[in-house]
């Protein structure tokens, strides 16, 4: 390994800061968000339900 702290740490992922965390999430991170722009009415967030009967 490199010595680069992205690929190489002795701590256990739930040890690691938030620098290194970020760093591997954003190395796996596929594609652009899917988010919209705003959400209707000012909302932070969007909550979706999803019901499945099995029948």
């Known amino acids: ?3 680069d702290p992205l690929t190489m740490t002795d701590q256990q ?3 690691w800061d938030e620098r290194t965390w970020r760093g ?5 991170r596929a594609g652009r968000g899917l ?4 959400w209707p009415g000012g ?7 999803y019901v499945w009967e099995h029948a």
């Open 43 to 49: 909302a932070r967030a969007g909550i979706a339900a």
């Open 13 to 15: 992922p739930w040890q």
């Open 24 to 28: 591997h999430v954003g190395r796996v």
């Open 1 to 3: 390994m490199d010595g």
């Open 35 to 38: 988010g919209p722009a705003s």
